[in-house]
């Protein structure tokens, strides 16, 4: 599976912006899907993610009630949309794909099998 992450950009503080995740090679079906971010100087971590198939989402807290995971069947994409993004936002979103995985680990780096090649996400004050 290929991933391709886009939608990355500047925005100020209180805007939105929306990233899409698309699958080359097959279908999400199966697979969960999740986003993660690295601020410059911090280790990667869990943003959000779907379960493709149950539909299930998962979020940390930090972005619960402002940012929403779904995914696009007609396209084969998952889409980030990020409302009231604040300057601590800022990093680069990784989307990740893996098969099979439990709810138990569906937050950790380690469960993906599949990495995108990440989009930058900035934040101004």
């Known amino acids: 599976v290929q991933l391709q992450a886009s939608g990355g950009g500047l925005v100020q503080a209180g805007g939105s912006l929306r990233l899409s995740c698309a699958a080359s090679g097959r279908t999400f079906s199966g697979y969960a899907v999740g986003w993660f971010r690295q601020a410059p100087g911090k280790e990667r971590e869990f943003v959000a993610a779907i379960r493709w198939s149950a539909r299930t989402t998962f979020y940390t807290d930090s972005v619960k009630g402002r940012f929403t995971i779904s995914r696009d069947n007609a396209e084969n994409t998952v889409v980030l949309q990020m409302n009231s993004l604040k300057p601590e936002d800022t990093a680069v979103y990784y989307c990740?794909?893996?098969?099979?995985?439990?709810?138990?680990?569906?937050?950790?780096?380690?469960?993906?099998?599949?990495w995108g090649q990440g989009t930058l996400v900035t934040v101004s004050s």
């Open positions: 990740a794909a893996g098969l099979r995985i439990i709810v138990s680990t569906i937050r950790l780096r380690s469960s993906y099998d599949y």
